[in-house]
C-alpha cells in the first residue's frame, strides 16, 4: 500500500514539473475612434458622433476626444462645416444635394481621418404599400411549464419600391404606434373622462435592406417585407381593459449607394451571429474612413450620404384575416412621443 502511495506521488510531482504556465505578450494598443454618422436631406438627421473605445479590442465606448474638427466636404463646391453641440455630437449647417460627391474629415487628437468619397443618391420612393394575412411563429414561456411554440395571426406589411440606374438599394427604419383608450367605471354617478392612450413598436435590432434580387428580371424591388402586426392588440397591451384603436405607422426609406448596402449587410451578420461559434470579430466589418495621417490607425464607422423621404400610414387590422381592413396614407407629421396617455381630450395626433 505503501508503494501505491510513493508511484502515484512520483507520477504527480512529474506532471507537475512538465506544467508551464504560457503568459502571452500582449501590446497595449491604445483604443480606436468611433464615428457614427447619419447625413441626409433632412436637417433633423444630419449629426456625426464621435468616441474612443477603451483599448483595441473593447465595444464600449468613452468620451474622451477634445478639439475635435468635423467637416463634409461637398467635391467641386466647398466645405460644410459643422457645430459641436456637445462633447463629440456634430450637426452641419446645411444639407447635401442629391447628384453630388461628399467626403467627411475629422482632426482629431494630431490625426486626420478621411472618408471615401460617396455620392448621394436621388429621392427614394414607395410604390405601394399593401398587407397580407400570415400565421406568424413565435414562442411563449408558461408560468410553470417549458417554452411553446405558437402561430399567431398577424398583417404582414409589405412595400413595392421602383429600381433604377441611380437608386438601386433601400435602407428602411419604422415605429408602429398603437393608439389606446380605456373609459374608467363610474365613481359616485359621474363618470370620469375616458383616457387615451399610445405606445410604440419599434424596429428589431436589424437592418431592413432591400435591392435588386440576384438572377431576378424585375425592375423594382417587389414584396420587401417591413414588418408585421398582430392582429389582437392585446398582445401589446398591459391591461384586459384596454382596446385598441388602430395603428399610426411611420415608415422611414433611405436610398443608399451598393457600398453602403455591402457594408450593413456585413454588420446584420455580425448582430444575428453574436454567442455563436462563428461570431465575426468586430474589427472584421471594416468601414470607409481611414486615417490619412498615419495609415496604421484603424478608425469604425462608415459615412454614407443617404437621401431620406418619410410616410406614414392609418391601419386598423380588424380582429382576424376575414375583418375589413382599414388602411390609408397620412400626410401630415406630427411628432408624436414614443408613448404616453391623456383624460378626457384626444391627441393632437390621433387618427380615426
Known amino acids: 500500500m ?17 506544467e508551464e504556465y504560457y503568459r502571452p505578450a500582449i501590446d497595449d494598443v491604445s483604443g480606436m475612434l468611433v464615428i457614427e454618422s447619419l447625413v441626409t436631406n433632412d436637417p433633423k438627421q444630419n449629426f456625426v458622433k464621435l468616441s474612443v473605445t477603451d483599448n483595441f479590442f473593447d465595444t464600449n465606448t ?88 405558437i402561430d399567431i395571426p ?25 393608439q389606446w383608450n380605456f373609459s374608467p367605471a363610474s365613481a359616485g354617478g359621474v363618470p370620469p373622462p375616458a383616457i387615451y392612450g399610445w405606445l410604440s413598436v419599434l424596429n428589431d435590432g436589424l437592418f431592413n435592406l432591400a435591392g435588386p434580387k440576384q438572377h431576378s428580371v424585375s425592375g423594382k424591388v417587389e414584396k420587401h417585407p417591413i414588418m408585421y402586426l398582430a392582429y389582437d392588440s392585446k398582445r401589446y397591451l398591459w391591461s384586459s381593459e384596454q382596446s385598441g384603436s388602430g395603428w399610426i405607422l411611420i415608415l ?25 461559434l462563428f461570431e465575426p470579430l468586430l474589427n472584421q466589418v471594416y468601414g470607409n474612413i481611414h486615417c490619412v495621417s498615419d495609415n496604421s490607425k484603424i478608425a469604425l464607422g462608415y459615412f454614407a450620404v443617404n437621401s431620406y423621404r418619410q ?23 406630427p411628432d408624436i412621443p414614443q408613448y404616453g396617455e391623456q383624460a378626457g381630450v384626444v391627441p393632437y395626433f390621433w387618427e380615426n
Open 311 to 333: 410616410y406614414r400610414y392609418f391601419l386598423n387590422l380588424g380582429y382576424d384575416e376575414k375583418s375589413e381592413m382599414v388602411q390609408r396614407q397620412i400626410f401630415r407629421y
Open 62 to 149: 468613452k468620451d474622451t476626444l477634445i478639439n475635435a474638427n468635423v467637416e463634409l466636404l461637398e467635391i467641386g463646391h466647398g466645405i460644410i462645416p459643422a457645430i459641436e453641440e456637445s462633447h463629440g455630437y456634430f450637426r452641419f449647417t446645411k444639407t447635401p444635394v442629391p447628384g453630388l460627391s461628399y467626403k467627411l474629415r475629422i482632426s482629431c487628437q494630431n490625426d486626420i481621418y478621411e472618408s471615401d468619397t460617396v455620392v448621394m443618391p436621388p429621392l427614394p420612393m414607395i410604390d405601394t404599400l399593401y398587407t397580407e394575412f400570415k400565421m406568424e411563429k413565435t414562442f411563449r414561456n408558461d408560468t410553470y411549464g417549458p417554452v411553446t411554440q
Open 2 to 18: 505503501q508503494r501505491r502511495f510513493v508511484y502515484m506521488a512520483l507520477i504527480l510531482m512529474l506532471f507537475l514539473s512538465c
Open 252 to 276: 422611414e426609406q433611405y436610398g443608399i449607394s451598393k457600398a453602403s448596402n455591402d457594408f450593413h449587410e456585413r454588420l446584420n451578420n455580425q448582430l444575428s451571429a453574436e454567442g455563436s
Open 154 to 178: 398577424v398583417r404582414q406589411i409589405y412595400i413595392d419600391a421602383p429600381i433604377t440606374p441611380s437608386l438601386e438599394y433601400y435602407r428602411f427604419n419604422w415605429r408602429a404606434i398603437l
